[in-house]
């Protein structure tokens, strides 16, 4: 059963929830359980059926899409207060997952079971807009991933990433690679060349951006 705290965060963190019915949402939230799920686990893979619909507390997790040869292209993030778009279609449409869920950082969620969630946007429209607003907001990210994949250099979407990171950017040269969709070599090698410009300065899984207004000027060619 979870306590209170968890309850408060529950709701605070998706307030559509706080629209139901009071009997109906502790119905709910009676029979949830709070799952830790630690980093590197596989949530969902190519293939598999969708069990159900989760609501993250703490944590995160990236959806990919691998290609036949191994490569990887980040789809988007689900990070607290959001929920997978993907679990949502494959629920809606009764089809199985065309991507993989991997946790970055170790996630704490409650699940919702597919009735409960078939149950919840049939009868209450905050749930059913929440659901649909985010199909919006992914919508208009995946198209902008089209573009910059279509239409930008891959030197130029590594900039953009790098100026959207804190700084400095805690990441290994790796992990900016599978964001990308490319192969590590090529992104030290890019890497390297902003460094010999000046503009970043590389570390031990870091990346101090040194000269940000060149880089947002190169990423904005």
Not at 27 to 49: C, H, K, V, Y
Not at 115 to 126: I, N, S, W
Request: aromatic content about 6%.
């Amino acid at each position: 059963m979870l306590n209170s705290d968890t309850r408060s965060r529950i709701l605070q963190l998706y307030p559509m929830l706080q629209e139901l019915p009071a009997a109906e949402l502790e119905d709910m939230l009676s029979t949830a359980r709070l799952l830790p799920i630690p980093a590197g686990t596989i949530m969902f893979d190519e293939n598999q059926p969708c069990q159900g619909f989760p609501l993250l507390l703490s944590g995160s997790m990236r959806v990919i899409k691998s290609s036949a040869n191994g490569r990887e292209l980040q789809l988007y993030r689900v990070v607290p207060g959001e929920s997978c778009i993907l679990t949502s279609s494959c629920l809606l449409g009764s089809t199985r997952y065309q991507a993989r869920g991997i946790v970055e950082e170790t996630i704490e969620m409650i699940f919702l079971p597919a009735t409960v969630f078939h149950a919840l946007l049939g009868k209450h429209a905050a749930f059913r807009s929440y659901v649909f607003q985010l199909f919006t907001e992914r919508l208009t990210d995946l198209m902008e991933l089209i573009s910059a994949v279509a239409f930008q250099k891959l030197d130029q979407r590594l900039a953009a990433l790098l100026i959207s990171k804190p700084n400095p950017v805690h990441a290994t040269h790796q992990a900016l690679a599978d964001e990308l969709g490319s192969a590590r070599e090529i992104v030290s090698r890019l890497l390297k060349g902003f460094s010999e410009q000046g503009w970043v300065k590389l570390g031990r899984e870091q990346i101090t951006l040194t000269d940000i207004t060149a880089l947002k000027k190169f990423a904005a060619l």
